[in-house]
């Protein structure tokens, strides 16, 4: 409990002028003893804090740079009206820097035997579950001289989704989808597709598909139409070792990865595919198998929410081993790891036989768009030296690159603005090669 009109008291005790009157303290307690029993009286009609009824609703989750709103009711069930200030605290990460005292301080009034409601309005910073702490509430009496104060516990977790940026993406990617699924006129044809109809030929189309069959029965040159093969497997496997904690720009790598993954699952649920993720450094950190595509996103968004960066070493032949029972028949596996030479060399190409031998791989890594114009800066030594040194980390990611494409994985290598669509289309072609 806190006596915020002690001050005041003191105050008016202090205001008699002791140099030119120095009364006793009889005099003292005559001349204050109104405010005296004007303090006493407002702190006893100041309504307790204690026997409050405190309930939340509202938001459970919400996206990474969008706003939720908590509910909280108040519940006053004594015979004196509630005049208070409430602190409603949460974690620092779920306010805008700056924001927390103004977004979590509220004025309430609440008429005996009533309920009322605030809300409070938070902007999370980080992915991750945001949980509330304590309520402070301060009930006052009608003079305001003195206060009660006290605390409740009113549990309520708020989960801040990965923001989902590539989004704007899916709409060109889901239209190249429908040319390869055959429901525009243009048609692709790769080893492994299946049939589809038959057209007349038009100039530019590949003179394999042309039906010899159906030509000489009608009077017009006839070619075959193929479509994508579906329901194929994709495991997204997402490195979560040290190496996903290195920031490029604002977020860690492990951020850039997580959103390419998200464009990819939704674009492969549409063409009919089945859609895994694995997430792993030295143990599994998350996994989803099994979902329909209709619930194959929700469940990515929400195992990707909580997962952080460890600072450890991926172990590689624990990854590789998960992702082969994860992905018992043929497969694209899409790892999205680093290009970094020594994790590489030393970690994923020794067993990277075992995946290839089986399954199509494709490695995504996040380039730092910096270090592409830190090599092209010129105009004084240091820029010079910093132009070396960028020219250098190019040259190693890129011979890192080949390693693996010489084993036969796709490589991609982009930023992280770029890593989503770059993934997208990647897939998109292995899918119109027919190598899925």
Partial sequence: MALTGRAALLAALGSVPIGIWAPSWTGILAVNAPLAVACACDFALAAPVRRLGLTRSGDTSVRLGEAADVTLTVTNPTRRPLRAQLRDAWPPSSWQPGTEGPASRHRLAVPAGERRQITTRLRPTRRGDRQADRVTIRSYGPLRLFSRQGTHRVPWTVRVLPPFTSRKHLPSKLARLRELDGRTSVLTRGEGTEFDSLREYVPGDDTRSIDWRATARQT????RT?????DRHILLV????????GRVGDAPRLDASMDAALL????????????????YDRRVRALVQGRTASDVLPSLVNAMATLEPELVETNARGLTATALRTAPRRSLIVLLSTLDAAPVEEGLLPVLAQLTQRHTVLVASVADPRIARMATARGNADAVYEAAAAAQAQAERHRTAEQLRRHGVTVIDATPDELAPTLADAYLALKAAGRL
């Fill in 220 to 223: 017009t040159v006839a070619v």
């Fill in 226 to 230: 193929w479509r994508p093969e579906r």
């Fill in 238 to 245: 997402l490195d979560t070792g040290r190496t996903s904690a």
């Fill in 264 to 279: 990819l699952a939704a674009l492969a649920s549409r063409a009919g595919d089945r859609v895994d993720l694995l997430a």
